[in-house]
């Protein structure tokens, strides 16, 4: 299976950043330095990032599209509608991948087993070198004065030097 690494969603000083690595492997083979795994939807309006099987995530994004323009960009109704619709169609059960979404109020990291999570400190990571890049963001949060995107492109370079599933050419888009 072909898989794409790491995200990380930052809110911060009333701004929202998602940033996220190139890397994209299959087993233990790099295929891919300099994946975009960040879209921006709805008119600019909206941060989408991916993780996980990059077929199965481009076929959610485009679900996630035509929920947001179902819903008329309301973020968190098209992530609950897309969570619903995942858990319980079989085709789509089937998907392993992970998608962390935005918008300038709210942030939703949605899987396939039904969950749409918002943080409790606006920070949200998927992908192997999640763990590591939350933790940083955690900390630059706390400890800097740092801008959401900031700590997002930090917090990964961060990852980055710790798991070989994540590279540095990172990119980040803000709201």
Not at 165 to 174: K, P, V
């Amino acid at each position: 299976m072909i898989n794409a690494t790491t995200i990380i969603c930052v809110r911060h000083k009333g701004k929202v950043a998602i940033a996220g690595d190139g890397q994209v492997t299959m087993g233990q083979t790099v295929l891919k330095k300099k994946a975009s795994k960040i879209r921006t939807l709805h008119k600019g309006n909206i941060l989408a990032g991916f993780s996980g099987a990059t077929s199965d995530a481009f076929a959610l994004f485009s679900r996630f599209e035509t929920k947001i323009e179902e819903y008329h960009g309301n973020i968190s109704r098209a992530a609950i509608e897309l969570a619903k619709d995942w858990r319980l169609d079989k085709a789509l059960r089937r998907l392993e991948a992970l998608l962390i979404v935005a918008d300038r109020d709210q942030s939703f990291l949605i899987s396939g087993t039904g969950d749409v999570v918002e943080p409790d400190d606006g920070i949200l990571a998927i992908g192997s070198g999640a763990a590591y890049a939350l933790a940083a963001a955690r900390a630059l949060l706390k400890h800097t004065d740092l801008s959401a995107k900031e700590i997002a492109l930090e917090a990964m370079k961060i990852s980055a030097d710790i798991c070989v599933y994540t590279n540095d050419q990172i990119t980040a888009e803000e709201l």
